[in-house]
């Protein structure tokens, strides 16, 4: 079974960066398409930005596009968010999942299309 440990959350002011790393065991990662997400206090999960198992296909929420990016190295079995000008909205709990495909391209921003999830890591954003 696969896990995913979430790091590199924190506090950090309005306009700050912020990268998040997603480690992973197991043999699967380099064949699993891998996604994070974003969860406030009394909101639904937002999907913030997926990768294809090569790397090759990228895929961002509206929200994070232009100020997130999403990579990975399969030879660390870890994925990567590099948050770029941060807002008080950015605040949440972040979450990273993944799901073994057969697929080079798979990517989505569905959360029923993951199978397994990181127990994620807080970010919090002061103005």
């Known amino acids: 079974q696969v896990q995913l440990v979430e790091s590199g959350g924190g506090l950090v002011q309005a306009g700050g960066s912020l990268r998040l790393s997603c480690a992973a065991s197991?043999?699967?990662?380099?064949?699993?398409?891998m996604g994070w997400f974003r969860q406030a206090p009394g909101k639904e999960r937002e999907f913030i930005a997926a990768?294809?198992?090569?790397?090759?296909?990228?895929q961002y929420g509206d929200s994070v596009k232009g100020r997130f990016a999403i990579s990975r190295d399969n030879a660390k079995n870890t994925v990567y968010l590099q948050m770029n000008s941060l807002k008080p909205d950015d605040t949440a709990v972040y979450y990273c999942?993944?799901?073994?495909?057969?697929?080079?391209?798979?990517?989505?921003?569905?959360?029923?299309?993951?199978?397994?999830w990181g127990q994620g890591t807080q970010v919090t954003v002061s103005s």
């Open positions: 990768i294809s198992r090569s790397g090759g296909e990228t």
């Open positions: 999942a993944g799901r073994v495909t057969t697929t080079y391209s798979w990517t989505t921003a569905l959360t029923s299309g993951y199978n397994y």
């Open positions: 197991g043999r699967t990662f380099s064949n699993s398409g």
